[in-house]
């Protein structure tokens, strides 16, 4: 007798991966991803190969976040505590042996040139989730001191670099887990009303402490000038000014329906600074008008009530600790972006999720929506 096996169907074998996608996050991924492909486009179609290599860190983005699903939680557990020792070790190693370019000092070289502090931004929320699921039941306030402290070594060693972008990145997503953990509002809002009347006070006195010569705390010269270009950037309109206003005017132009797919004067005619990486909403804006602003912040308004939705759904203390920070993290991409672009923010380095330029930021979100869409498939119990 002949035993005859059937080769199965490509379907068929890659049917077992898709299943238990949660489709509404999933179709606000595919949904930005495609705007961020047309955008790059438009924006970059005439500089060089940015467009292609776009679309292969889109592809690349999506294969990890498919690979990642597949992960259960409860390993990336375990990886919590090694992925953060190794990250604060880098950024230690990237201190002592990094290389500097334009005064900042944020890549290592391992063979291959890495940023270190993009670790953090998975590591950090991973490491403080496991911190509270281990104390779940019997959380005291040192543990949250605790939490402070194991979120405040690599953000320090971050914003050292200097990379105040990052730094924010990483301490937003530290400061979500301790939220989502427990912290008292009798913590948190002295802290915000100090903060409330700090940006009050800096308002009020721009003219006094945004002369030359007053040194700000902290803060340094460069960091400064861009709060206080953010506060008024006519006073050089044509420095430190330059970005903010040509980012608001592009904007502006594009009206209610924009000016056109690749029509962009302001973006074409590089009036638009970093056009495909930190300013690219602005060109999105100028083409696209209010419309195409409204298409793209409602799939980024899907994503993240999507995402606050497994949250709440999630099993476990680490899951749902996971879940709320990866999605908040990403409502402050968006808000920072979008907020140094049209002029409400200081200018920093942060990327516009799908839609910026840049490799190592679109593996990072591959990972942590990979992550959130695994919680996802364990709530619905198909792990």
Same mark, same amino acid.
């Given at each position: 007798?002949t035993?005859?096996?059937q ?15 949660d ?6 991924i ?27 860190n889109?592809?690349?983005?999506l294969?990890i976040? /498919?690979?990642?699903?597949?992960? +259960? #939680? ?6 919590? =505590?090694?992925?953060? &020792? @190794?990250? $604060? ?13 334009k ?19 998975i ?23 605790a ?7 690599p /953000?320090?060693?971050?914003?050292? +670099? #200097? ?6 990145l =990483?301490?937003?997503? &530290? @400061?979500? $887990? ?5 912290l008292s ?62 980012g ?34 602005a ?44 999605t ?9 972006n ?42 619905r119990?198909?792990?």
């Open positions: 007798m035993t005859v096996f080769k199965r169907s490509l379907w068929a074998r890659v049917r077992p991966w898709l299943e238990g996608f489709m509404p996050l999933l179709l606000a595919l949904w930005l991803m495609g705007l961020g492909l047309v955008c790059m486009y438009s924006a970059g179609y005439d500089y060089g190969t940015r467009f292609e290599d776009h679309l292969r889109t592809l690349m983005s294969v976040m /498919v690979l990642m699903a597949q992960v +259960q #939680p409860q390993k990336l557990m375990r990886w919590a =505590v090694p992925l953060y &020792g @190794l990250g $604060v070790t880098l950024l230690v190693a990237t201190a002592l042996f990094g290389i500097t370019k005064g900042a000092t944020r890549w290592l070289n391992v063979g291959v040139v890495i940023q270190p502090s993009e670790v953090l931004k590591a950090m929320p991973l490491m403080l989730a496991w911190w509270f699921q281990k104390r779940e039941g019997s959380l005291r306030l040192l543990d949250f001191v939490a402070f402290v194991l979120l405040g070594v /953000v320090g060693l971050v914003a050292k +670099q #200097p990379d105040l972008g990052t730094a924010i =990483v301490l937003a997503a &530290g @400061l979500y $887990v301790i939220f989502f953990a427990g509002w009798r913590l948190i809002l002295p802290a915000l009303l100090m903060g409330a009347i700090s940006i009050t006070a800096l308002v009020m006195s721009e003219d006094q402490i945004c002369q030359p010569e007053v040194k700000w705390p902290v803060m340094r010269d460069y960091q400064k000038n861009r709060v206080c270009t953010l506060l008024d950037p006519t006073k050089d309109p044509l420095g430190k000014g330059f970005h903010i206003i040509q608001e005017i592009a904007i502006g132009s594009g009206g209610v329906t924009g000016k056109g797919f690749t029509k962009g004067t302001q973006t074409h005619l590089e009036f638009i600074p970093e056009r495909t990486t930190d300013f690219i909403f060109a999105f804006g100028e083409e696209f008008g209010l419309l195409g602003a409204l298409a793209l912040l409602a799939g980024f308004t899907a994503l993240i009530v999507r995402g606050l939705m497994i949250a709440s759904e999630a099993p476990t203390l680490f899951t749902r600790l996971m879940a709320g920070a990866i908040l993290s990403f409502f402050t991409y968006v808000f920072v979008m907020g140094m672009v049209s002029g409400i923010l200081p200018v920093v380095g942060v990327p516009l999720p799908f839609i910026s330029y840049g490799g190592t930021a679109m593996m990072s979100l591959g990972l942590s929506l990979g992550m959130l869409m695994s919680i996802a498939r364990t709530r119990g198909r792990h």
